[in-house]
T-cell receptor, first 112, second 116 residues
Framework: GDSVTQMEGPVTLSEEAFLTINCTYT??????LFWYVQYPGEGLQLLLK?????DKGSNKGFEATYRKETTSFHLEKGSVQVSDSAVYFC???????????FGQGTRLTINP | GAVVSQHPSWVICKSGTSVKIECRSL??????MFWYRQFPKQSLMLMAT?????????EQGVEKDKFLINHASLTLSTLTVTSAHPEDSSFYIC????????????FGEGSWLTVV
């Protein structure tokens, strides 16, 4: 079945550092790919998404590019802030479906 | 923006008892909601799809008699863990589809269940 594998955390960085959280997937069809973020005490929020190969999703300085050849959707940010501290989930959904398959989540802590 | 709220956020119950978790869409109607659970350091796993006015659709391996889902109104779905055991201790989170917003999925805050 479909699956998502994320970089194992926790990840700790200093403010203004460059961030990469790796995500790879296995799917039979042509899924849509997502990054969700969960801040302490809150629900998951959609951070960005890409629906087809070579699409780049971006939001709040975060970017991820849908790479079909490497089945990857790595999350990047050029300069992280303390407020980016959260748990990040990579996810996919099969074409036409609304069920999400999640990675295990990566806890990110940014120190001032 | 659209909000989904879960209650309770934390619950501790005794082994053998039942516990109910509510998932509400606060400012939109949701004909479809989803229930997930997450074990420590593991992925969020879909348990079931909750459909308003009809029976829930359970994922393979999820016991429907143990995890009762009711979606009696367009803004409320409930998950009842019956005869809870310590192995049911987990993080449960729901989501709802906001169809008027391009089928955007909104998540609740999640509920921590501890069975002692």
């Amino acid at each position: 079945g479909d699956s998502v594998t994320q970089m194992e955390g926790p990840v700790t960085l200093s403010e203004e550092a460059f961030l990469t959280i790796n995500c790879t997937y296995t799917a039979t069809g042509y899924p849509s790919l997502f990054w969700y973020v969960q801040y302490p005490g809150e629900g998951l929020q959609l951070l960005l998404k890409a629906t087809k190969a070579d699409d780049k999703g971006s939001n709040k300085g975060f970017e991820a590019t849908y790479r079909k050849e490497t089945t990857s959707f790595h999350l990047e940010k050029g300069s992280v802030q303390v407020s980016d501290s959260a748990v990040y989930f990579c996810a996919l959904s099969d074409e036409g479906a609304q069920k999400l398959v999640f990675g295990q989540g990566t806890r990110l802590t940014i120190n001032p | 923006g659209a909000v989904v709220s879960q209650h309770p956020s934390w619950v501790i119950c005794k082994s053998g008892t039942s516990v109910k978790i509510e998932c509400r869409s606060l400012d939109f109607q949701a004909t479809t909601m989803f229930w997930y659970r997450q074990f420590p350091k593991q992925s969020l796993m879909l348990m079931a799809t909750s459909n308003e006015g009809s029976k829930a659709t359970y994922e393979q391996g999820v016991e429907k008699d143990k995890f009762l889902i009711n979606h009696a109104s367009l803004t409320l779905s409930t998950l009842t863990v019956t005869s809870a055991h310590p192995e049911d201790s987990s993080f449960y989170i729901c989501s709802a589809i906001y169809r008027r917003s391009g089928n955007t999925i909104y998540f609740g805050e999640g509920s921590w269940l501890t069975v002692v």
